[in-house]
């Protein structure tokens, strides 16, 4: 037994469900809810997308939603933790999440810092009409070409010191804890990203020709059902949203009180990220609509996603709408919020795997943790090659990175561990809605098949031909380069032993938690004791 001055501090936990959902909602609703879903939406058949969009929803977001809630709450860990307390072998799978974390966090910071920056462009209009294109490559972010002079040091001002301002309220707050810091973050940022997104979306459909836009973004293709891209896309999509299968809601459910509705809270985030999604899509293509009627063209010809959207299209909006002003604030003012809840749960998935392995103290591990990643994000992201090793890094992660460990944590838990029936009889001890044979066969059958699909497309896409024209080096480093460093240090971190003072040694909650799982009779069918809860005895 381990003494008193080395036994682990009881594990943090949310101080209610409701903050848990709301956090959990911030983690899903980010970036990509805003400026990807409504392009995704219209090009894959406008309202006929719903159909594809609520199949994959129902059948690969909310099933893997409850797959991470299951390993999180059950084996009460970050996720290299909880991997390991399903079998030792299985830890490998938490670090590589935790370093697809290490990667995103680098880069998602300095978007958030974009739009900040432009939230403040926006009050003044500081782009000039006309010339939203070019300020923001030229004038903002002043991009260089890595062909040419490969990867650059020199600081851009604008860039560099919101990003730096970023890091400061990030740091602040997740070394504030899970309940005063990430808890409260939500409860304050969320209802207020809710209300500026409500008050842009009401704003957008006064413009004129926002009805051509609503009606570019709803008006259905039915034809486009039988491409088999369009379901392939609403897949990847639905699956990148919900934030599962790289750590994030195994950690944050590891939060959770013992007797937590499991997957009520899991129906709930799932479908209010959904909300979200279409009210972005309502907003955006209602000012889309207004920026063709003032171009003199259809939607098709203004109609963008991603960075194009956000820094060039909007900025163009802003330029010509009455009261364009408002509209640039509440937008960019959105994607702050959305990117700092984001961010911070994905830092999240990094320091509680830290503070688990070496058993430190939250606020040293944060600092250890948050400091080094900072510094790597503003040395890469504050340069004039920014922008391409974003692009770069961004779509070898997501593609190589996250689809490719969820792939393998499924087959690895469904196949090789045969852990399902143990989380599904998990899920359904406390939950309101219940699961069963169905549910596993879609994590276990379904899901594999997919993200297989999904992985295959895209592999087959980046070797076909250089991404995005980028030189072979570059890509070597920023994509492939590090796509196999993620999988070779993953496996190295596994190796490494884990603190005395480690949760993996001696974890109170999680020796109360077994306890009790196993003595307590399931409050609806009277069942005592929960398969494999004799598991997990010490590393």
């Not at 293709?221 to 990847?236: I, K």
């Not at 510094?375 to 961004?394: G, K, M, Q």
């Amino acid at each position: 037994m381990v003494n008193a001055t080395t036994q682990p501090a009881r594990r943090e936990a949310f101080g209610s469900r409701n903050v848990f959902i709301l956090s959990a909602i911030g983690s899903a609703v980010g970036l990509g809810n805003i400026w990807r879903f409504p392009y995704v939406a219209y090009e894959g058949g406008g309202g006929a997308f719903l159909i594809p969009y609520l199949c994959a929803l129902l059948t690969a977001g909310i099933p893997l939603l409850f797959f991470d809630y299951a390993i999180g709450h059950r084996f009460r860990g970050s996720s290299p933790l909880a991997f390991r307390r399903m079998h030792r072998a299985a830890e490998p799978l938490g670090w590589w999440q935790v370093l697809i974390c290490v990667v995103i966090a680098t880069y998602y910071a300095v978007i958030i810092a974009w739009a900040a920056m432009y939230t403040w462009f926006s009050a003044q209009i500081t782009w000039g009409a006309g010339n939203e294109n070019d300020f923001f490559f030229s004038d903002f972010l002043q991009s260089g070409d890595v062909a040419k002079g490969g990867v650059s040091t020199d600081f851009v001002p604008q860039v560099g010191y919101p990003l730096i301002a970023v890091w400061l309220v990030v740091i602040v707050i997740m070394a504030l804890g899970v309940k005063r810091g990430i808890g409260r973050a939500n409860t304050v940022l969320m209802p207020l990203l809710t209300v500026m997104f409500a008050a842009l979306v009401v704003q957008s459909l006064f413009l004129p020709g926002a009805v051509e836009g609503l009606n570019a973004f709803f008006t259905p293709n039915w034809e486009a059902l039988a491409d088999p891209a369009v379901w392939a896309s609403a897949y990847g999509h639905i699956f990148f949203s919900l934030s599962v299968a790289f750590g994030i809601m195994v950690t944050y459910s590891s939060y959770l009180k013992r007797k937590t509705d499991l997957t009520g809270s899991g129906l709930v985030v799932a479908f209010a990220n959904s909300g979200f999604e279409i009210l972005a899509g309502i907003g955006v293509f209602a000012a889309l609509g207004f920026m063709a009627q003032a171009q003199g063209t259809d939607v098709a010809g203004v109609a963008a996603d991603g960075i194009g959207l956000a820094f060039v299209a909007f900025p163009t909006i802003v330029s010509q709408a009455t009261g364009g002003s408002i509209i640039g604030v509440l937008f960019f003012g959105a994607l702050v919020f959305a990117g700092i809840t984001s961010l911070i749960s994905v830092l999240e998935v990094v320091v509680a795997a830290l503070q688990d392995k070496l058993g430190w103290r939250r606020v040293r591990t944060t600092l250890a943790v948050t400091i080094p990643v900072a510094l790597i994000s503003i040395a890469l992201f504050s340069t004039t090659t920014a922008l391409a090793v974003l692009d770069t890094t961004d779509a070898f992660v997501n593609a190589f990175g996250i689809m490719a460990v969820a792939l393998v944590a499924v087959i690895v838990v469904a196949w090789l561990l045969h852990r399902l029936p143990v989380l599904r009889e998990h899920l359904n001890r406390r939950s309101s809605f219940r699961v069963g044979w169905f549910w596993m066969l879609l994590v276990g059958a379904v899901a594999p098949l997919v993200l297989g699909y999904l992985f295959v497309n895209e592999l087959i896409a980046k070797i076909s031909e250089p991404y995005s024209g980028y030189p072979g080096w570059f890509l070597a480093i920023f994509g492939w380069g590090m796509v196999i460093a993620l999988v070779v240090l993953a496996i190295l971190l596994s190796l490494l032993p884990w603190s005395r003072r480690s949760h993996a040694k001696d974890d109170p909650d999680y020796d109360e938690f077994l306890v009790r799982e196993r003595y307590e009779p399931d409050a609806e069918t009277g069942a005592v004791g929960l398969p494999g809860a004799a598991e997990g005895a010490r590393s």
